[in-house]
């Protein structure tokens, strides 16, 4: 199956502690990209990578971060900085700049 | 950065009604794509249309790059075709980096 597998569907996050959220996409893509949805609301960037080992801040970066070891994964983690987590977070990739981006299922993230 | 305005914010129709929905942007930009979010938080590509006119089935779309504003058409519509619609834009800088930036959405529902 090609595409983007986000893991897992649901989490739940204690008070400060950190969780870690899964993307994997077997496109072949160079660009991956992290969106966060709150109800009623469209997306916001939160980080993304065009190349492997290399990653930028998107609009709302504070607490969280990302790696990129590989080119078919590209974690997030939630940190405990991040004083309001619960929303529904996307992953994203594409071929590069200007192409399409392709989502993930997504994971519904709340707070215990 | 770029601001996308969609509208209406939300849409009622009858099964077999055609709609027209509007998203307006602010500058210029390299990309454009509209999706359907599904109820279950799915976003499913429905065009990647950053000039010109294209057409899928029912749905079809057209952007007017130099007006700055694209136009997503549903003909026929059926109760499946509910949900969130975007738009989302993309401008590449001089880094060839690149942020797609979402609009707040049009709920639309199709009642049968």
Redesign the interface.
């Known amino acids: 199956d090609g595409g983007i597998t986000q893991s897992p569907k649901y989490l739940f996050r204690k008070e400060g502690q950190n969780v870690t959220l899964s993307c994997e996409q077997n496109l072949n893509h160079d ?1 991956m ?1 992290w ?1 966060r ?1 709150d109800p ?6 939160i980080y ?1 990578s ?1 190349i492997v080992n290399d990653f ?1 801040k ?2 709302i970066a504070e607490g969280y971060s990302v790696s990129r070891e590989k080119k078919e994964s590209f974690p997030l983690t939630v940190t405990s900085a991040q004083k309001n987590p619960t929303a ?1 977070y ?1 992953c ?1 990739s594409s071929r ?8 993930g ?2 994971t ?1 993230l709340s707070v215990l | ?1 770029i601001q ?1 305005e969609q509208s209406p914010p939300d849409l009622i129709l009858q099964e077999g009604a055609n709609s027209t929905l509007r998203c307006n942007f602010s500058d210029s930009v ?2 454009l ?1 509209w ?1 359907h979010q599904n109820p ?4 499913i ?1 429905l065009f ?1 249309i950053p000039s010109g006119t294209k057409q899928n089935g029912r749905l079809s779309a057209t952007t007017v790059a130099t007006e700055r504003y694209s136009l997503l058409y549903i003909s026929s519509s059926q109760t499946t075709d509910s949900g969130v619609y ?1 738009c ?1 834009v ?1 401008k ?1 800088d001089t880094g ?10 049009i709920t639309l529902s199709v009642r049968p």
Do not use: C, H, M
Request: no cysteine; glycine share 18%; hydrophobic share 35%.
């Open positions: 660009a990209y969106y949805q009623g609301q469209g997306l916001r960037l993304y065009q930028q998107g609009d529904f996307l994203a590069g700049p200007g192409n399409i981006q392709y989502f299922a997504g519904r | 950065g996308v390299n990309n794509q999706f279950w938080g799915q976003l590509n990647y975007f989302a993309e590449v060839a980096n690149s942020k797609l930036t979402f609009g707040k959405g």
